[in-house]
């Protein structure tokens, strides 16, 4: 059995909702920038920049997308990378889905926001096809390609390991690529590790969990920051 196949060691601790990795995530994103947001855990991510002042674009042709919406605020016309509804900002603008492109295609995201299967500990990043559903090489690339290697900062929203507890960040990926040495910052529902030139560096966990309980869970070697500390949400 490889070492991405082994069940990791997890806490007791209990993880981060999706929620709460979304919100980590939000306080990293400086007001003024453009960014957009893939499919999952990543969507979250809208309904904690109220009031501030970043762009969010979805791929699919719309530019200063608000937060989820709910009950008569739902427009079937306005939806995410995920197909949910969002609602409509002042000064929102809508395009085709080739200007969507142009503006990823020509680094015009400064952020993008987006799920993994997979990342590796050169920030490889595998999210398109998993061979553990016995597809073949059947799955849905979408935008990621583009977004991975379009944006000027990559950061990847996940759970720490898979639901039959098997790692997600690893030294090699075993799952086909999306794109290589794109990541730049992972956050799970564990830990905050950035991808440097030296490796996998863990910058922050979740109150109750050490850095030695996140290499447990984690399939690559990780450096330990100097600075080192607790999640702050």
Known sequence: MSITAKKMILPETPPLEREMIALRIANMLQDGSYVNLGIGIPTLVSNWI???DIILQSEIGMLKTGPLA??????????NA???YVC???GTSYFNIETSFAMIRGGRMDVAVLGALQVSATGDLAGWNNPARGLGN???IGGSMDLAVGARKLIIAMEHV???GE???????TYPLTARACVDVIVTNYALIEVTPKGLVLKETIPGVTAEDIQNMTA???IIAEDLHEMEL
């Open 162 to 164: 898979t639901t039959g």
């Open 50 to 52: 109220e009031g501030r």
């Open 70 to 79: 709910e009950g008569e605020l739902i427009d079937q016309d306005r939806i």
């Open 220 to 222: 690559a070697p990780l």
């Open 88 to 90: 409509e900002l002042p």
């Open 138 to 140: 059947v799955g849905n």
């Open 167 to 173: 790692a997600k960040i690893v030294e090699k990926c």
């Open 82 to 84: 995920s197909c949910q």
